[in-house]
Every structure is written in structure tokens, then in C-alpha cells.
T-cell receptor, first 113, second 108 residues
């Protein structure tokens, strides 16, 4: 199993550009989430999904869209990038169950200039 | 409000000394708590879960509902324990909320 795969690993965008961060998992996990990691603020939940076709907002959803057309994929779209979206983005997945922790991807470091 | 607080951004201890990373939570329901660790250049990974009452790499954490705490402890720190540690709360439904993290630095 590859686990959780995120692409790209690094990206620089200009303000106003759009892009999609890709996330795929091959563990048949139902739950998937996107977090952003900022210094001093830990990980903040952007969006999450409990299964194909079902998504919901987390703590900081503004400026981001998600979709979940398959169990495997959970892409995160930045509609119009802003410098405040400069961050490290992590995708994570987990199977159902009350005490199963998340499996994380390696992260995408995004810089918006 | 659902919240996880890790009051220390940085904790520095000598090798062989005891270490305690503090975590306090705010949650009205029955909490499910976790500790995650991120070693240098590695992915964030689950360290332990309160529901399992396990000891991983010498670390333990006890849920204290009266003090709303879930502190991570190890009696004798090792250099390889140097990492970023995150406390996390499963806040009902399918959300998991993370604290801001504590960087542990174990000095030789």
C-alpha cells in the first residue's frame, strides 16, 4: 500500500491563480480530511469527507473547495489564491471506528506570492 | 466550544530526564483523545490513543476528565524523542481538532 499520496510536494502560485492539490489513498478509508499547518497554530481543519459524495466544512473552509467522487480521491481546490493561504497542507484518511487515528500524507508546501 | 490547548510551544530537556507535554481540552461530550508525533522530515503519525491505554516508545498519557487534561509523559527522555507533538481531540461526528503543537528538544 502506498498509503496517502499528495501531489505536488511544493508549489508557488501568484495571487489570484487557482490550483488543485491532489490527495489519493489506497487503503479504502472512508474518512478523509484536509488540514493546513501554520506556525503557532497547529493543524486546522479545512474540509472533510465521510465517504464518496459527502463533504463538509471544517474550521477554515473559506477560499477552498473539495469534492469526493470516489473513495480514493479527495482533491482540494484553491479558487483564487491569496498570500494568507501560504501554508503546508496535509491530507489525512482513516477507517471508520471510534479510536482509529489518521494516516497522513507527506504534505504540500504552498507559497502564494 | 471545542478546543485543544498545548501551552508550551517548545520544551527542552536533557537526555534521561522525565518529560511531560501538556494538553488541555474543552469539550462538552465524552472526549476521544490522541497524541500525534512528527519527526524531522517525516509524516505526522499517530503515537497513542487514550482509549487503548497503551505505552508507545515509553510514552503514556492518562485522560483526566476532572482537569480536562491528557498530558503525555515519559520517565526518561531520549534524543530520538525530539520531534513535534500534537494533541488531538475527536470532537464528535467526524471532526478531529488539533492543538498548536509542542516542539520537544532532547539535549545530549
Amino acid at each position: 500500500n502506498a498509503g496517502v499520496t499528495q501531489t505536488p510536494k511544493f508549489q508557488v502560485l501568484k495571487t489570484g491563480q487557482s490550483m488543485t492539490l491532489q490527495c489519493a489513498q489506497d487503503m479504502n478509508h472512508e474518512y478523509m480530511s484536509w488540514y493546513r499547518q501554520d506556525p503557532g497554530m497547529g493543524l486546522r481543519l479545512i474540509h472533510y469527507s465521510v465517504g464518496a459524495g459527502i463533504t463538509d466544512q471544517g474550521e477554515v473552509p473559506n477560499g477552498y473547495n473539495v469534492s469526493r467522487s470516489t473513495t480514493e480521491d479527495f482533491p482540494l481546490r484553491l479558487l483564487s489564491a491569496a498570500p494568507s493561504q501560504t501554508s503546508v497542507y496535509f491530507c489525512a484518511s482513516k477507517p471508520p471506528g471510534t479510536d482509529n487515528g489518521y494516516t497522513f500524507g507527506s504534505g504540500t508546501r504552498l507559497t502564494v506570492v | 466550544a471545542q478546543r485543544v490547548t498545548q501551552p508550551e510551544k517548545l520544551l527542552s530537556v536533557f537526555k534521561g530526564a522525565p518529560v511531560e507535554l501538556k494538553c488541555n481540552y474543552s469539550y462538552s461530550g465524552s472526549p476521544e483523545l490522541f497524541w500525534y508525533v512528527q519527526y524531522s522530515r517525516q509524516r505526522l503519525q499517530l503515537l497513542l490513543r487514550h482509549i487503548s491505554r497503551e505505552s508507545i516508545k515509553g510514552f503514556t498519557a492518562d485522560l483526566n476528565k476532572g482537569e480536562t487534561s491528557f498530558h503525555l509523559k515519559k520517565p526518561f527522555a531520549q534524543e530520538e524523542d525530539s520531534a513535534m507533538y500534537y494533541c488531538a481531540l475527536k470532537a464528535g461526528g467526524f471532526k478531529t481538532i488539533f492543538g498548536a503543537g509542542t516542539r520537544l528538544f532532547v539535549k545530549a
